[in-house]
């Protein structure tokens, strides 16, 4: 077949070193850049491949997130812009390992498992962050769909969330919003003027917001989407990627690992801070005391944050939603507390990796779910939707009602809801600030966190000896290690620790939490020495 020869030439131009397996991992494929050509155009083959199967746009972001900048990675996109499905991301894995003579057989074989039809046209949206090595790795990513016939709309630089964006407007039919970029900022921001309007009084420093970029995408975007904001958002951007390194002493992960400011922002007492990531589909907060001590406002605290103002427009909309908390073992325990026994709203416990939370999430009315790191938003069902927007309309809905669902479905039409968007995220935290009158400390002060401490550990054997059940909070192997855990878990007043294989870095995580700070780096310490 012509459509085959196609893909057997332009694969000889993206060779595969022979010997090097990857795997799809947590967030897709990610690895140094030099090892990426061939998996890029073999997930362009096979995103125009889903595409037949869906009959839908497949989007393909190329992208390494929190990762140095010598690294590069990439991800498929769902039709309604989610994570794409287990299956097929073990057939992404099985056509990134093909050697080079098996890659066509590989890509029948899956043809034929999903009995694809050919002849189906296909779709493919592809979008890339601002490392160098980004502009080849999606120039190759381009040749492996149209080698299969496929269509292809070059997004270029864009956010990730951005990317899951278009893919849903696309395949919704614009039902979700306009398939630009223009389209995401006027979306966005239209809801978040909406919003707005209902803080009284707020001053130009009650407006003013540090933004520090991570030396990537969210900073170069943050300047485009500004004046659609009508300075109700004043944004001072740091680590624009002017002079800076990606992701180097800056952005979100640095933020919330290392409990610290990035380098380069020019802090002010109890100013309000942020941090992207370097796709900005995370983000984190944060102010320094007047004592100079530095506050983290993490995932957990923006679930918090964003499940209390839901929690009460439903109350004052007179509507009987279910809300629910999703988090990961990584959410601090003062937060599980908070939730469940203050505010009294259902909270889970998933998996690490988004696609789990979302996936829990879809389940409820309403469903906030974030990492402790930042990643996160949060889902409305179809139905809760639909109550909503009926109330908006229903002529006989009392002015305070009719405030609350106003505030609600502007809410809806703020967040992202395929996936964690730092921007999105951003402007609901300032919405819902704004609307409460609320400062970096009184947000603060809802919880106060248990101290903590996480660990990378090193292993000499493969991490995956390591098998974890109850949502990754105990281990079951090796033997005995669950024991020592437990053991050490009981010298610490209000201690919790965990230990998993990361499933985007060759490392074991360990995570603890004390009563003080000493004490959880102490239980950290101990438990990484009885992994190691
Ligand atoms: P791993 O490496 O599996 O722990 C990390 C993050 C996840 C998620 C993925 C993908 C932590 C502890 N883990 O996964 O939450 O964001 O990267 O980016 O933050
Ligand atoms: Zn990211």
């Not at 179809?382 to 908006?392: G, P």
């Not at 395929?418 to 947000?443: F, K, P, Y």
Request: some cysteine; charged content about 25%; aromatic content about 6%.
């Amino acid at each position: 077949m012509a459509q085959f020869e196609e893909v057997s030439q332009k694969s000889k131009l993206h060779p595969k070193p022979e010997g090097l397996t990857l795997q799809y991992g947590t967030a897709g494929f990610r690895t140094h850049a030099k090892h990426l050509d061939h998996i890029m155009f073999r997930m362009g083959l096979l995103a125009t491949l889903r595409s037949k199967k869906t009959k839908s746009t497949i989007g393909v972001m190329v992208t390494a997130s929190h990762n140095p900048e010598e690294d590069n990675g990439v991800k498929l996109i769902d039709p309604m812009g989610e994570m794409v499905t287990a299956a097929w991301e073990g057939y992404a894995t099985q056509l990134a390992n093909a050697e080079q003579d098996s890659l066509l057989k590989e890509l029948k074989d899956i043809i034929k498992k999903e009995d694809i039809d050919m002849s189906e046209p296909a779709s493919v949206y592809v979008g890339k962050d601002t490392r160098p090595s980004s502009a080849s790795l999606s120039q190759a990513v381009l040749d492996g769909v149209s080698s299969l016939g496929g269509k292809t709309h070059d997004y270029g630089l864009v956010t990730t969330p951005q990317l899951h964006y278009m893919v849903c407007c696309c395949n919704t039919h614009g039902c979700y919003g306009s398939p630009t970029v223009e389209g995401y900022y006027q979306k966005l921001s239209q809801a978040f003027l909406q919003l707005t309007q209902n803080a009284l009084n707020r001053t130009d420093d009650q407006k003013r917001l540090l933004v520090d970029g991570a030396n990537g995408i969210g900073a170069l975007k943050m300047r485009e989407m500004e004046p659609f904001l009508r300075s109700e958002l004043q944004v001072v951007l740091s680590n624009d990627g002017s002079s800076g390194k990606l992701n180097h002493m800056c952005g979100a992960d640095y933020v919330k690992v290392q409990q610290k400011a990035p380098q380069g922002m020019n802090m002010g007492v109890g100013e309000r801070c942020c941090s992207f990531d370097g796709d900005a589909d995370r983000i984190v907060y944060y102010y320094t005391d007047s004592k100079g001590c530095f506050h983290l406002l993490d995932g957990d605290k923006i679930a918090t944050l964003i499940s209390t103002y839901l929690k009460e427009l439903l109350t004052q909309a007179g509507l009987n939603l279910q809300i629910a908390v999703v988090q990961t073992a990584y959410a601090n325990g003062s937060s599980t507390r908070y939730l469940e026994d203050v505010m009294k709203v259902t909270v889970c416990c998933t998996k690490t990796g988004v696609k789990h939370l979302h996936h829990a999430a879809q389940e409820y009315d309403i469903g906030v779910y974030f990492e402790a790191n930042g990643h996160g938003t949060v889902l409305f069902s179809k139905a809760a939707q639909k109550q909503i927007q009926e109330l908006v309309k229903d002529p006989n809905t009392n002015d305070e009602r009719k405030r609350a669902v106003k505030l609600l479905e502007s809410t809806i039409n703020l967040i992202n809801q395929t996936v964690g968007d730092a921007i999105s995220d951003m402007l609901m935290i300032e919405a819902v600030l704004a609307i409460r009158g609320m400062s970096a400390q009184d947000w603060d002060a809802i919880y106060t966190d248990l101290p903590n401490r996480q660990l990378k550990v090193t292993v000499c054997a493969d991490r995956r000896v390591i098998d974890t059940t109850d949502a990754e909070r105990r281990a079951v192997s090796p033997e005995g290690l669950q024991d020592t855990i437990d053991t050490l878990v009981k010298k610490y007043k209000s201690a919790r620790s965990f230990v998993r294989p990361s499933g985007t870095e060759d490392v074991v995580r360990v995570y603890a939490e004390a009563d003080t700070q000493e004490s959880a780096d102490s239980l950290a310490h101990e438990v990484s020495l009885a992994v190691y």
